[in-house]
């Protein structure tokens, strides 16, 4: 059962255009929402996550929108720039106080073309 | 600079061979986690930690095994019962209690082939 999918295995944008991830989940107790970058043979890094209170968090260039009502949640990237190309996970977990449980989804390529 | 060192970062295992990875983090973390990835796949938890001398099995534990002696190190063993150990690894830690509502953060990653 795979509780976070990202059903996009792939997508390319122009240069200085918007891209937009979408990542849909199932389970109603998840707490927190995170996006992480990843570079070829390199560990993922944060990038971006909002709480399940909130419906809309910045930073920079960046922007995530949670619908919970439709368990949907998307990546904002403007304006797009060749060194955004990497693959984007989504990811949730329940907050426990404790470990993090996180489920993470399958990933998004992007491909950002100058 | 804080971070996540895993070491090494090509690792081949031959057959009916014992491997272990190592993982070490200075962020003072309480919590550390080894994921496996595969290509097209999400992020698999295998085992994690949530203190000194506890850890508890993922969703694929089979064939691996970790020990946590110290806050700092975390090491995953890949045993030879594990029968498709070709992957990419990944280690991770977080804080806990009042800091576990923090990212976790990663190290750059093992690629374990087998020969």
Redesign the interface.
């Known amino acids: 059962d795979q509780q976070v999918k990202q059903n996009s295995p792939s997508l390319s944008v122009q240069e200085g255009r918007i891209s937009i991830l979408n990542c849909d989940y199932t389970n109603s107790m998840f707490d927190y929402f995170l996006w992480y970058k990843k570079y070829p043979a390199e560990g993922p890094t944060f990038l971006i996550s909002i709480s399940s209170i909130k419906d809309k968090n910045e930073d920079g260039r960046f922007t995530v929108f949670l619908n919970k009502s439709a368990k949907h949640l998307s990546l904002h990237i403007v304006p797009s720039q060749p060194g955004d190309s990497a693959v984007y996970f989504c990811a949730a977990y329940p907050y426990s106080g404790g470990y993090q449980k996180v489920t993470f989804g399958t990933g998004t390529k992007l491909q950002v073309i100058p | 600079d804080g971070g996540?060192t895993?070491s090494p970062?090509y690792l081949f295992r031959k057959e009916g061979q014992n491997v272990t990875l190592s993982c070490e983090q200075n962020l003072n973390h309480d919590?550390m986690?080894w994921y496996r990835q595969d290509p097209?796949?999400?992020?698999?938890?295998i085992y994690?930690?949530?203190i000194v001398n506890d850890f508890q099995k993922g969703d694929i534990a089979e064939g691996y095994s970790v020990s946590r002696e110290k806050k700092e190190s975390f090491p995953l063993t890949v045993t030879s019962a594990q029968k498709n150990p070709t992957a990419?690894y990944?280690c991770?830690s977080?804080g806990?209690?009042v800091y576990?509502?923090q990212?976790?953060?990663?190290?750059?990653?093992t690629?374990l082939s087998i020969l």
């Open positions: 996540i895993q970062k919590a986690y097209g796949q999400g992020l698999r938890l994690y930690s949530q990419f990944l991770a977080s806990t209690g576990s509502n990212p976790q953060h990663f190290g750059d990653g690629r």
